[in-house]
Nanobody, 124 residues
Framework: QVQLTESGGGLVQAGTSLRLSCIGSGRAFNRSAMGWFRQAPGAEREFVAAISWGGGIVNYMDSVKGRFTIFRDNTKNTVYLQMNILKPEDTAVYYC?????????????????WGQGTQVTVSS
């Protein structure tokens, strides 16, 4: 079992930055691939970014490439999502997710554990 707790969300203006954090506890966090997903009001949850167990492989959705960076610190059992040049369309609840395997993937159904989410609101 893995417990995930996100933090770092908030209300910011367009063009600014936020860093989300997700702390994992339970099983071997450093053997788990991690992902960030988001869900805007009235929309389905969508993939944002993923990182392999060792941090060497990352994937991003097209609309955040060049603006968002996913990275992890396995000594702290934490995965981060650095979000720069935020846009109003980035407004959503952001969820952290973990896999029982170490390969980073985009599909929501392939993640085994989920956090409770943190709200990010970007004003124009």
């Amino acid at each position: 079992q893995v417990q995930l707790t996100e933090s770092g969300g908030g209300l910011v203006q367009a063009g600014t930055s936020l860093r989300l954090s997700c702390i994992g506890s339970g099983r071997a966090f450093n053997r788990s691939a991690m992902g960030w997903f988001r869900q805007a009001p009235g929309a389905e949850r969508e993939f944002v970014a993923a990182i392999s167990w060792g941090g060497g492989i990352v994937n991003y959705m097209d609309s955040v490439k060049g603006r968002f960076t996913i990275f992890r610190d396995n000594t702290k059992n934490t995965v981060y999502l650095q979000m720069n040049i935020l846009k109003p369309e980035d407004t959503a609840v952001y969820y952290c997710a973990a896999r029982n395997l170490g390969i980073a993937v985009r599909e929501e159904s392939r993640y085994d554990y989920w956090g409770q989410g943190t709200q990010v609101t970007v004003s124009s």
